[in-house]
Every structure is written in structure tokens, then in C-alpha cells.
């Protein structure tokens, strides 16, 4: 399946916001970002679903928000008060799993469509 690529990511201090974007969106499939933490499954930490319903894991509720930008196909996931134990690899998927467990993210790859991948680290 067609690839998606990524942007965003990089070092912040805790409390800081960063970033991602994902590209192109697709508004007919559920849109959703994992993450890969060190020495941990994957998660889903947030998705938007074709009907537009977002949801997101109990852990960054109140911190993250899901977007979709129609205008330039980008579906984007804004982190703000990051903690440190939001570091990890995210990954944006189309049609992706709707829930995991137990397994590493690329171990999902097959199914739907996925980013390259981007670094998050937050440091205390």
C-alpha cells in the first residue's frame, strides 16, 4: 500500500509542544498516530475515524489534539505539556488497526498505509 510521509518530531524540554504532520490524509479511512516507546508495545495514541470522530489514549487526553486539514491533505497531531514519558517513535497510519497489543508498531505495517516514522524525545 502507498506509503504516507511524516514531518515533524524532534528533542523538547518537558512541558514543551511539538508537531506532527502526516501526509496525505485520507478522509475516507480512519487516520490514526502510534507510538513506539522504548521497551514497550505499540499504542494508539490518537485516531480520527471516516465519520470525523477523534479519540485518544486515556494518557494524553487534554494534552494532544487530532486534526485533518482538507485544504492541504495533512492530518497532524498538535502535543502540548509533553511528559517524558511521551518519548518514542510515532507513526501516522491510514486504515490502520484500530486497537493493538503486545507487539512492536512496525509488526502493524501490513495493514492500511503508514508513515516512515518520527522521534519524539522529551527530557526532564
Known amino acids: 500500500d502507498a506509503q504516507l510521509s511524516q514531518s515533524g518530531g524532534g528533542s523538547v524540554q518537558a512541558g514543551g509542544s511539538l508537531r506532527l504532520s502526516c501526509s496525505p490524509s485520507?478522509?475516507?479511512?480512519?487516520m490514526a498516530w502510534y507510538r513506539q516507546a522504548p521497551n514497550s508495545a505499540c499504542e494508539v495514541v490518537s485516531r480520527i475515524s471516516s465519520d470525523g470522530t477523534a479519540s485518544y489514549a486515556d494518557s494524553v487526553k487534554g494534552r494532544f489534539t487530532v486534526s485533518q486539514d482538507n485544504a492541504d491533505a495533512t492530518f497532524s497531531l498538535q502535543m502540548n505539556n509533553l511528559k517524558p514519558e511521551d518519548t518514542g517513535r510515532y507513526f501516522c497510519?491510514?486504515?490502520?488497526?484500530?486497537?493493538?497489543?503486545?507487539?512492536?508498531?512496525?509488526?502493524?505495517?501490513?495493514?492500511?498505509?503508514w508513515g516512515q516514522g518520527t522521534q519524539v524525545t522529551v527530557f526532564s
Open positions: 497510519a491510514a486504515g490502520g488497526p484500530v486497537s493493538v497489543a503486545g507487539r512492536i508498531c512496525t509488526a502493524y505495517r501490513i495493514f492500511g498505509s
Open positions: 485520507d478522509r475516507t479511512r480512519d
